[in-house]
């Protein structure tokens, strides 16, 4: 079974950047288009950018042009940065596969406040 572990979420002012990172078990991880998906307190979780095989990337609209999502198959990771953060976009930010496995990481807390 593929293990996927988030990491790199911290408290962080309006307008800064965060890059979160996720490592994903398993020699398959190449094979399937990936996403980040993120939970706020109260509300479903949401995938918020996602990128193919072939790293072709969409995003959703409330963080079209702020975030990016890259993939290293060789690594088997998946990383996010994330740039002009809002308060907004506080949330536990997960990685999983699009659409997802039936498990989820742990997930890695990213709060934007001032």
């Known amino acids: 079974q593929v293990q996927l572990a ?3 979420g911290g408290l ?3 307008g800064g950047s965060l890059r979160l990172s996720c490592a994903a078990s398993g020699s398959i991880f190449s094979i399937y288009r990936m996403g980040w998906y993120r939970q706020a307190p109260g509300k479903q979780r949401e995938l918020v950018a996602a990128i193919t095989t072939g790293r072709s990337t969409n995003y959703a609209d409330s963080v ?4 990016t999502i890259t993939r290293d198959n060789a690594k088997n990771t998946v990383s996010l940065q994330m740039n002009s953060l809002k308060p907004e976009d506080t949330a536990v930010y997960y990685c999983n596969r699009n659409p997802p496995w039936g498990f989820w990481g ?3 807390q990213v709060t934007v406040s001032s």
Do not use: D, L
Not at 64 to 67: I, L, N, S, T
């Open 6 to 8: 988030e990491s790199g």
């Open 12 to 14: 962080v002012q309006p």
């Open 64 to 67: 079209k042009g702020r975030f």
């Open 106 to 108: 742990q997930g890695t």
